[in-house]
């Protein structure tokens, strides 16, 4: 758990988040930059700097998903 919600730590450092709410799911990298590093393959989804929204019928890609858990792990390995 992290922040009250669901999240997935690799060696105590948080890789992801889920959050659901009432017209969206959230994917939480929990991080402000994987989503601008990113940009092109999150085009079709609503962002904030630290949240990709999508709809409950419609799951994220399992290739968009890698993609933003590699983008983190490449950063929290990073020096």
Do not use: C, N
């Amino acid at each position: 758990m992290s922040y009250g919600m669901p999240a997935f730590k690799v060696s105590g450092r948080t890789v992801a988040g889920f959050a659901a709410f009432a017209h969206h799911l959230s994917f939480l990298p929990h991080s402000g930059s994987v989503l601008s590093a990113i940009e092109d393959d999150v085009a079709g989804y609503q962002t904030t700097k630290g949240s990709l929204h999508f709809s409950v019928d419609k799951p994220l890609p399992v290739t968009l998903v890698k993609k933003l858990i590699t983008t983190r792990m490449r950063e929290l390995e990073s020096p």
